[in-house]
């Protein structure tokens, strides 16, 4: 069914249950519409996000390699204060991603491809972690070695010092697609840099293979950080950094998992929100059936061709108008230069219904 072949929902009514419709629809609007909902959700019980970054691993600890986020915060009196001047580097290797938290004297090398803490004095022994930069860590992207030094003689001296924290992560993966795009890629960076309310500089690895993919996505990315993202396989500097965060943690399939955003909670809507300020977006809500029930939200389904199909299209389009949308199928061609061009082909296939 396409757009401009009549109205979907004339058929024989049809009762289907609404996880039909949720689970069928991949689309832009009952996305807005869901964070709706996610806003008055009354199952999110911890109030309180567990701090990632706090100062309670000894050197032995991290060694590990796999520190849990849900890990609750231990208060450690017993620190060596010598410990915090060393840093640390907090790597989790659990889920689908892996990533590492390095704080204290950071050093990157792009050319290596590398990130490096140097102690202030020295550790019993050096340690070593390769992580994925990108979200899913199957895709084939060069890894990222992070290095925690024994001492600071073997250290590459500094070229370009910053004030700011960086996030590392690479473009590529399933990037291409838009719905990868958004899960793998925005989603955790918005998660992992919300926090820096812009003090925050992007490094970012791949570029090469996906060279449109800032293009399409800058405003999205400015919204993030105020400095110029760095291009990291190119990148011939030492930078030195407080603190890097080399990859990206897909904590859920494009949703936020609040009490798993380092720094404080965020959820959907506070997604959604940024967007709508990043794209200069002037309406702060879908549809309110509450103050308009003589309105009928608009949803719009977007039809596939090619890998994924819905079989059952006509039947997930009634579904959708039995629970009260005004369902409008059409098929968005091309993947547009950027998600503002994306969304008005979008909005025109509307308008025109
Ligand atoms: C970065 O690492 C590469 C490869 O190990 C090395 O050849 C290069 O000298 C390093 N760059 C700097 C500026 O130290």
Not at 41 to 67: C, H, L, M, Q, Y
Not at 70 to 95: A, F, L
Not at 308 to 317: D, F, H, T, Y
């Amino acid at each position: 069914m396409r757009g401009g072949d009549g109205k979907p929902g004339r058929g024989p009514k049809r009762q289907l249950n609404a996880g039909y419709v949720v689970g069928g629809l991949l689309m832009l609007l009952t996305y807005l519409v869901a964070q709706h909902f996610a806003v008055s959700s009354p199952n999110v019980v911890i109030t309180e996000a567990p701090r990632i970054v706090d100062d309670v691993k000894s050197p032995g600890e991290t060694a590990a390699a796999v520190v849990s986020r849900e890990v609750p915060q231990i208060v450690d009196n017993t620190k060596d204060p010598g410990e915090t001047e060393n840093g640390k580097v907090v790597c989790n290797m659990e889920g689908r991603s892996d990533t590492c938290e390095v704080d204290g004297d950071v050093r990157t090398n792009g050319t290596a491809l590398s990130v490096t803490l140097v102690p202030a004095a020295s550790w019993p022994e050096r340690h070593e972690w390769m992580i994925n930069p990108y979200s899913r860590r199957f895709a084939s992207l060069r890894k990222v070695t992070v290095t925690q030094l024994q001492d600071r003689a073997a250290a590459p001296p500094c070229t370009v010092t910053h004030d700011m924290p960086a996030v590392l992560f690479g473009v590529g993966g399933y990037a291409a697609n838009y719905w990868h795009a958004y899960a793998d890629i925005l989603v955790p960076l918005f998660v992992a840099s919300r926090r820096y309310h812009g003090e925050v500089m992007f490094l970012v690895s791949n570029i090469q293979f996906r060279p449109r993919w800032l293009v399409k996505y800058r405003a999205f990315l400015q919204g993030l950080s105020k400095y110029d993202l760095v291009d990291m396989d190119g990148d011939a500097q030492v930078r030195c950094f407080p603190r890097v965060t080399v990859g990206l943690r897909l904590d859920k399939e494009l949703s936020i998992v609040p009490e798993l955003v380092p720094g404080g909670r965020l959820s959907m809507p506070d997604f959604t929100g940024f967007l709508r300020e990043a794209y200069a977006l002037p309406r702060g809500a879908a549809a309110s059936l509450a103050r308009e029930p003589e309105k009928k939200p608009r949803l719009l389904l977007i039809h596939r061709g090619h890998y994924r199909r819905i079989l059952n299209e006509p039947e997930v389009a009634r579904a959708a108008e039995a629970a009260g949308f005004e369902a409008v199928v059409t098929e968005l061609r091309g993947g547009g230069d950027t998600p503002e061009g994306e969304v008005e082909q979008a909005l025109d296939h509307l308008r025109r219904q």
